[in-house]
């Protein structure tokens, strides 16, 4: 029987456009490694990977292309090897890079039927979500936080970006309450790893991602004395190596500048004032102790055990530090230790010294397993979870590729007895969004002849209009305004321009304005008779700037969702709408149903069924 017999059956005439096309997987960890089960296993013709890391122990658990063996080794080619031999059919090529390499340029882009990102950051998504506005290739976004997914498709133009919504960057807090007045655990361990451990074997906390300066000019007499603290802190640092640095260093930290911090008694009237501990009343407590006991990370340990982990740690990451300093080339930026989550040393000591401070300001302490998590800012990920989504994106993909798009959706799952997954009809893109709300086109130019002269008189200005008040810049910053023209006659090549990098038009004139122009450059070597500058497509509408709407604006003013605008029907979304809520009511009365037996939960879909145990 032919492998693929039941994939025709159940996939119909899409079957032969999955087995012609060329897709591209960006991200081989936890969703990409499913995807690209699901993918070979779907029988798509031409699979393209990248990942720039390699494997990790704690990769194992989920991804489940990887094992043991694997190891160090490249995740693209290993994923490619071991999802190769599901289906000898289909043709995958591995890249271990990174995506943002410019040999992945928007021609390279161009070349995929669909795009699907599996990343795990921020800047590596938006750069793929420009790319593939900039090559007009549909993109299938994802990403999962232990129980939670998500999966988004974008099209250009129809739908949402990954920017159209504006992304929470990570969490940080307040100097003085890192250094001062910490009322969680969190705040403690922020302490150890980004103040004690930074300010002992790393940089200065001063440049510490997690801490937020913000605040400190309301602060500005106690963040002074916070400095002169560290300063005095890295004094002690001269000692590393010496029997008493772990005294001097205790002393300091939980002795001395706890004292301080107590004397200041404005800062106790509505807090508990800390207070400090010993040293030698300690060491004399935990003479019996075990360092040791650093291995049972599952257990709360006694002050007496973290002050023994806390010396132990500190007196291991010092002698590695030495050793690093008495290896190192002369003449070198002295050599430094950076905290790892799955570092041993490293781990023991910010667990260690996180929980004496906690003990020192009445919060409660945590096992080192805990810390681990929060430390590493790790919501662990989950096998079943990545499953999930990653079926899900390719659900998602095949509406788009049935050029279905109406039928697309916004995929949510979550952990929730009522419903596990649930959908949102896709939105419109946001006139204000600063990546999708530009107007784009291609600039196929050659950079060692063209002028920047002639960008901005023979296209800008002649061909598309826009008047002396714009404005050009790359990602060097801006190269031409109506004040800066002494560019004007270099070579687009002498300002950085090439083969690959974007420019952007700002229109300034405040009654004209539109929207900004993204060029995406493409370098052609030409003669001297032709013209050096070409706009592809040849004509562009830029549409006046527009102001923000929730969705997108239609001819009367008025906002539909993408389902209305792609297929066209008018409002019997709401018919449709009303149906799935029905629909949805009576599938959640099942999945509560099905949860209170124990038993595995179906949810029926349009694309077939989901069976979750
Ligand atoms: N710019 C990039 N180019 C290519 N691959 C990238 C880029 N940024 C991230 N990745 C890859 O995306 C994948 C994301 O997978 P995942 O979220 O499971 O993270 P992980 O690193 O495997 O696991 P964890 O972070 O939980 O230890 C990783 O394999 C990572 O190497
Ligand atoms: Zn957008």
């Known amino acids: 029987m032919p492998r693929d017999r039941f994939l025709k059956q159940s996939l119909g005439s899409l079957y032969s456009h999955i087995r012609s096309s060329r897709i591209l997987v960006v991200g081989a960890g936890g969703i990409g490694c499913e995807l690209l089960k699901n993918l070979v296993t779907t029988g798509f013709g031409e699979i393209h990977v990248v990942d720039l890391d390699t494997i990790d122990l704690s990769n194992l658990n989920r991804q489940f292309l990887f094992r043991h063996a694997h190891i160090k080794k490249s995740k693209a080619l290993v994923a490619k090897e071991t999802a190769g031999r599901f289906n000898p059919n289909v043709k ?52 999962t936080t232990g129980f939670n997914g998500q999966v988004q498709p974008i099209r250009k133009g129809l739908t949402q970006c990954y920017d159209c919504t ?63 603290e560290a300063a005095a802190l890295k004094t002690i640092r001269m000692a590393m190596g010496s029997e008493e640095f772990p005294c001097k260093v205790f002393k300091k930290v939980y002795t001395d500048d706890i004292d301080r911090l107590r004397g200041m008694e404005d800062m106790w009237k509505t807090r508990r004032a800390p ?116 079926a899900l994106c390719v659900l998602e993909a095949f509406k788009i590729m049935r050029g279905e798009l109406q ?34 086109a291609r600039l196929v130019v050659d950079t060692s002849k063209a002028t920047l002269s ?39 090549a002498e300002l950085g321009i090439s083969k690959d990098t974007f420019i952007t038009v700002r229109d300034e004139d405040d009654d004209t304005a539109r929207v900004n122009l993204v060029l995406a450059i493409s370098e052609v070597e030409l003669d001297e008779q032709t ?22 604006a239609t001819a009367n003013g008025d906002t539909e969702p993408v389902e209305q605008a792609v297929s066209g029907a008018k409002r019997k979304r709401d018919v449709d709408d009303a149906e799935l809520e029905t629909d949805n009511i009576r599938k959640r009365g099942k999945v509560a149903e099905e949860l209170n037996g124990n038993g595995p939960i179906t949810l029926d879909d349009e694309e077939g069924a989901i069976v979750l145990d």
């Open 531 to 552: 013209q050096p500058l070409t706009l592809i497509p040849a004509t562009i509408a830029i549409p006046r700037k527009a102001k923000p709407t929730n969705g997108v």
């Open 454 to 492: 002639d960008l901005v008189e023979q296209l800008l200005k002649a061909k598309l209009e826009y008047t002396d008040e714009i404005s050009i810049s790359t990602d060097a910053g801006i190269v031409y305004d109506p004040d800066l023209e002494e560019n004007l006659p270099k070579k687009l």
């Open 166 to 228: 504006p992304k929470e960057t990570p969490k940080s807090f307040p100097v003085c309450t890192i250094r001062s007045t910490p009322s969680q655990p969190i705040h403690c361990i922020v302490w150890a790893k980004s103040y004690l451990f930074s300010e002992l074997f790393g940089i200065s906390e001063e440049e510490a991602p997690d801490l937020d300066h913000t605040e400190d000019s309301d602060n500005a007499a106690e963040i002074e004395s916070l400095r002169a």
């Open 92 to 143: 995958i090529e591995a890249h271990h890079a990174n995506i943002k390499d410019p040999q992945f340029n928007v021609d390279w882009f161009k070349s995929f039927v669909i795009v699907f990102n599996a990343l795990d950051n921020l800047d590596a998504r938006r750069h793929v979500n420009k790319m593939c506005l900039a090559a007009d290739v549909p993109l299938i976004e994802s990403g």
């Open 275 to 390: 207070d400090a501990l010993d040293y030698d009343e300690l060491l004399a407590r935990a003479g019996q102790v075990d360092p040791s006991i650093s291995l049972q990370d599952q257990k709360t340990w006694s002050v007496e055990e973290n002050f023994a982990v806390f010396v132990d740690s500190l007196k291991r990451l010092s002698n590695r530090l030495e050793e690093l300093k008495a290896n190192a080339e002369t003449g070198n930026a002295p050599p430094i230790l950076s905290f790892d989550k799955d570092d041993k040393d490293t781990l023991d000591f910010v667990a260690a010294a996180a929980n004496l401070r906690s003990t020192v300001f009445g919060i409660e302490t945590r096992s080192e397993f805990d810390i681990k998590q929060m430390a590493g800012n790790i919501i662990p990920a989950i096998a079943t979870t990545n499953a999930t989504t990653a």
């Open 407 to 440: 039928k697309a959706k916004m995929v949510f799952l979550t952990k929730s007895v009522d419903r596990m997954i649930t959908k949102e009809p896709l939105s419109h893109p946001k006139p204000d969004c600063p990546v999708c709300g530009n107007a784009q």
